[in-house]
């Protein structure tokens, strides 16, 4: 790490990134601050970016601009040292088909430092893995065992995997998800990206919500559920209005069932609850943490449905209600 890194204990660090294919501009300006010694999951939808942010942490993109360092060290300048250094797992694991499960140990052992084929042979008798078996004829599970093992082996300070259950039966799964805590909890760091939000919430200390090329919302897992809130507002009439709610209040995303309206808050406080329920027209205020899973939604579609057009309904009733 660079001394400055170090000193805030900072594993990966990014800076204004912008990631800009032809006709696809997927990072606009992405900040992103790793802890060295935690589980960092980052969750998006489908074509949100999340194997291009891996891609260039780990040397083989290089962003059109913004500054990363990861590990201290700049993944273009320092690609290979980088790979020396970190563990990666990637959504398609490229493995060599023709080597044994053995040989492929022994192989990628030469770029590493002594001790790697016992480790790995340790981590794939593990999982019960044949050793003699090719790579070729091996279940889609059993690859993704080897390919973890492969970059398990050096035990390294940082961990990057896209997808890394996928392909994992429950067992193996609950198995490998906890040994990334404790990974953790020997100062190692694990950076996953993933859209499996149970799993994500049962192991990751840090989570990052990425939308439109940015982190909707990024914190601690335990601060974001106490700072996010489900409200539910129940109306006389659902043509009335609700003012927005006061600042620090943020809306992430709002709907509308009949009298009912239901939204995820960033900053609901007992005092702004107090002064919904003062307001003519509202029946009573609802309000519970958010679970991670409505968070996602919250921020990723719910950011579509607030920013899209009101409903005739919606409309009218901005017209017709006077707001108390
Ligand atoms: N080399 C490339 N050239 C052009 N567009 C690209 C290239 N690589 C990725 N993209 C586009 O960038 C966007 C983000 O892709 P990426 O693979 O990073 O998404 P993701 O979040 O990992 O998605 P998923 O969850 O489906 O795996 C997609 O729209 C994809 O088509």
């Keep these: 790490m660079s001394q400055q890194d170090h000193d805030r204990n900072e594993v990966i660090v990014a800076t ?19 802890r060295s010694g935690s589980v960092f ?19 083989f993109l290089k962003p059109t601009s913004g500054n990363v360092r990861v590990c201290g060290l700049n993944p273009i300048d320092d690609a290979l040292e980088i790979r020396r250094r970190i563990g990666y797992v990637s959504d398609a694991p490229a493995l060599y088909d023709w080597m044994t499960v053995a040989e492929i140990g022994w192989f990628t052992a030469s770029f590493y430092p002594k001790g790697f084929v016992e480790t790995y042979q340790a981590l794939i008798s593990d999982y019960e893995i044949p050793e003699h078996r090719k790579m070729k004829v091996l279940s889609k599970g059993q690859r993704a065992k080897v390919a973890l093992s492969l970059a398990l082996a050096h035990d390294p300070e940082l961990l990057i995997l896209d997808e890394p ?29 993933s859209h499996q939000i149970s799993e994500v919430e049962r192991v990751a200390d840090t989570v990052a919500i990425m939308h439109e090329g940015k982190f909707r919302l990024c914190g601690e897992l335990a601060d974001l559920k106490d700072s996010i809130s489900e409200v539910t507002i129940n109306l006389d009439d659902p043509l009335v209005s609700i003012p927005s709610l006061p600042r620090p209040a943020e809306v992430l995303s709002e709907e509308t069932e009949g009298r009912q309206r239901r939204m995820i808050v960033k900053g609901f406080s007992p005092e702004i ?50 707001p108390s």
Excluded: W, Y
Excluded at 16 to 34: I, Y
Excluded at 165 to 180: A, I, K, N, W
Excluded at 290 to 311: K, N, Q, W
């Design 41 to 59: 999951a980052l969750l998006g939808e489908n074509g949100a970016g999340k194997t291009t942010m891996i891609r260039i942490l780990t040397g």
């Design 16 to 34: 204004d990134l912008e990631m800009r294919f032809p006709r696809c501009d997927v990072l606009n300006g992405l900040d992103m601050h790793v």
């Design 165 to 193: 259950t996928s392909g994992l039966d429950p067992l193996v799964r609950r198995q490998f998800l906890e040994s990334m805590v404790d990974r953790a909890s020997a100062g190692r760091t694990v950076f996953l990206s």
């Design 273 to 322: 609850c107090n002064e919904i329920v003062a307001r003519n027209g509202v029946n009573g205020v609802r309000d519970r943490a958010a679970s991670l899973e409505e968070l996602f939604v919250a921020c990723t579609r719910g950011i579509a449905a607030l920013r899209s057009e009101p409903s005739p309904e919606q409309s009218l009733a901005a017209e017709v209600v006077e």
